[in-house]
Structure formats: C-alpha cells, structure tokens
C-alpha cells in the first residue's frame, strides 16, 4: 500500500473513532466501541508526538526488552 493510501485510511479511522466516540456517548453503542475509541486515538497521539508510525514504536519498544 502507497503512502497516499495510507494516509486516507488513517482519516477514514480518525472519522469513525470520532463517530463511534459520540455514538457511544449518546449510549447507542456498547462499551466495546469505547475501547476501539481510546485505543486508536492513543495510537494517533503517540504517533504524533514521536513523529514516527506507531508500528515503528513497537518495533523499538520490543528490540530494547521493554
């Protein structure tokens, strides 16, 4: 997948994140959306402060022992 590719996806997730974020606020999804919710947006900030994709931060995290 191309870099162009990529990054649509990635808005198309932030979009849904965002939806499933209000959605479960008004209660009318479950709990489950919440998580899917935090988690992406965690990744998201931890790309965006390193400055690295979040695969990459993995793969550091994992070849120190952390």
Do not use: C, S, Y
Request: glycine residues 8%; proline residues 2%.
């Amino acid at each position: 997948m191309n870099q162009e590719n990529v990054e649509v996806v990635k808005h198309v997730a932030d979009g849904v994140a965002a939806v499933t974020a209000i959605g479960t606020l008004m209660q009318m999804l479950p709990a489950f959306a919440a998580m899917f919710t935090i988690v992406w947006t965690g990744m998201r900030i931890a790309e965006m402060i390193t400055g690295k994709k979040f695969h990459e931060l993995l793969k550091r995290k994992k070849d120190e022992g952390v």
